[in-house]
């Protein structure tokens, strides 16, 4: 049985970010919406959109943060990646500048997001073999050396795009939950005299967290 939308147990912000013309707009409509529109316009600022999935009969609830791709937007969508638990670093396999431009994006990223968000490295449009300029094991080495997970997807035609969201989701809701049984590990020791070693973690996804807002 589906959950009321308000209904959940864990809130969590993912951000889309990397260049203008990428799919992010799209990977966000085709994930929330299961649409697609091949004449969309770049994003203006920033917008989200929402959807809940099932993770170890846990509701998560995706908070999820299209940021516009273009410079001079940059000063406006940074102060958007504050609360932000997750986000997806899109390039344009067709387009070898989007993925020259991904170490940009992840410097921007881990100056502004917490030092704990979970990245993860997107190949978009890979519908697209025959114009492809970025090799798939170029970019998952780069990935691998960066410490981010990696897949290449196809808005287009829905490849991967399921896989990608659910993905960094579960690694955050993990994430959560052991940070959750640390802490209670901790007022158990506690109460019985003993020190422990704070576990550091993304301090966002506290449970029914309905009246809090994610962003910033």
Known sequence: MSKDN????????????????????????????NEFCLESKSTIGVEFAT??????????KA???DTAGQERYRA?????????????????ITKSESYEDVEK????????????????????KCDLKHLRCVQTE???????NEGLSFTETSALESTNVELAFH??????????SKKSQSNESNDQSQRHGSST???????DGVKKSKSQCCSA
């Open 6 to 33: 308000d209904d959940y147990d864990y809130l969590f912000k993912v951000v889309l970010i990397g260049d203008s013309g990428v799919g992010k707009s799209n990977l966000l409509s085709r994930f929330t919406r």
């Open 51 to 60: 959807r809940t999935i099932e993770v170890d009969t846990n509701t998560i």
């Open 63 to 65: 908070q999820i943060w």
């Open 76 to 92: 406006i969508t940074s102060a958007y990646y504050r609360g932000a638990v997750g986000a997806l670093l899109v390039y344009d």
């Open 105 to 124: 994006w992840l410097k921007e990223l881990r100056d502004h997001a917490d030092a704990n968000i979970v990245i993860m490295l997107i190949g978009n």
């Open 138 to 144: 170029d970019a998952r080495l780069f990935a691998a």
């Open 167 to 176: 993905q960094i989701l579960t690694e955050v809701f993990q994430i959560v």
């Open 197 to 203: 070693i704070e576990v550091n973690a993304i301090n």
